[in-house]
């Protein structure tokens, strides 16, 4: 991207003027950032979002907020299935986010088989006419071959329940992380086919400038961002806005 840049500049395209120049990346940045970028795949009946990601990237925060959001302020009928059946916790904190959006909740005991979670949940929505289901998974490092093998056969289960789906598979990272984002992309692509990511904890000091990699290397577009604790701090990515703050003093 730099040495495109320096291109138009030396070739005269662009003014040899700091604010010309940085006016000028700033498109370039978003451009770049707004690869193969689309709206999240509503348009099915039910349709099925899959999160996935590492541990910690705010993952079940964020599907609460989706769910809130679809029923709240789009009027659509969620259901939510507790698939990371590893810890406890993450079920409890889905069943707090389900009361306040108003959504169901289909869980099971602890150290079920996730599969037959994703598989409920999505029986569950088609038997009572559900809009949107959306399955959470257990956290888990791109480098554990033996879960990352579990999280395909997830939605291999989604696959064969309801042809086509899942409709959007969405990859939650931390925007603090590092290069080392782009191998949890790469890697979890490999196993679930990503559609999008959602970038979290972009907030404070945060730029998430490995979106940038992500978007340029594999194609993979950022469809959402987070950047708070509040309902209001989850919202469409907008390639020019980040691209100005990526740039901000």
């Keep these: 991207m730099v040495q495109r840049l320096e291109h138009e500049v030396e070739g005269g395209s ?7 120049v940085r006016a000028r990346l700033v498109e370039i940045l978003a451009e770049v950032a707004g690869t193969a970028r689309a709206p999240i795949d509503l348009g099915s009946e039910p349709a099925v979002l899959l999160m996935v990601g590492v541990n910690g990237t705010g993952k079940t925060t964020t599907i609460g907020k989706i769910a ?6 789009f009027g659509l009928s969620v259901v939510l299935g507790a698939a990371d059946t ?3 916790a993450a079920a409890e904190q889905l069943g707090e986010w389900a009361e306040r959006a108003g959504a169901q909740l289909v869980r099971a005991e602890e150290g079920s088989d996730p599969g037959s979670v994703a598989f409920d949940a999505i029986e569950s929505a088609k038997a009572r006419g559900a809009d949107v289901v959306i399955i959470d998974t257990a956290g888990r490092l791109h480098t554990q071959s033996n879960l990352m093998d579990e999280l395909a056969k997830v939605r291999r289960v989604i696959g064969k329940q309801l042809p086509g789906a899942p409709h959007e598979t969405l990859l939650s990272i931390d ?4 290069q080392n984002g782009l191998r949890q992309a790469q890697l979890f692509t ?9 970038l979290t904890k972009l907030d404070g000091t945060a730029k998430g400038g490995i979106v940038l990699a992500i978007a340029d290397e594999l194609g993979i577009p950022v469809k959402l961002i987070g ?3 509040s309902l209001e701090d989850l919202r469409p990515f907008d390639p020019t806005d980040f691209a100005s703050a990526l740039l901000a003093p």
Excluded: F, N, P, Q
């Design 14 to 20: 662009v003014a040899a003027d700091g604010e010309a």
């Design 175 to 178: 925007a603090t992380t590092g």
């Design 68 to 73: 809130w959001h679809l029923s709240k302020e």
């Design 86 to 88: 590893y810890r406890a």
């Design 227 to 229: 950047i708070g604790e």
């Design 190 to 198: 490999e196993a679930v086919e990503v559609d999008g990511v959602v």
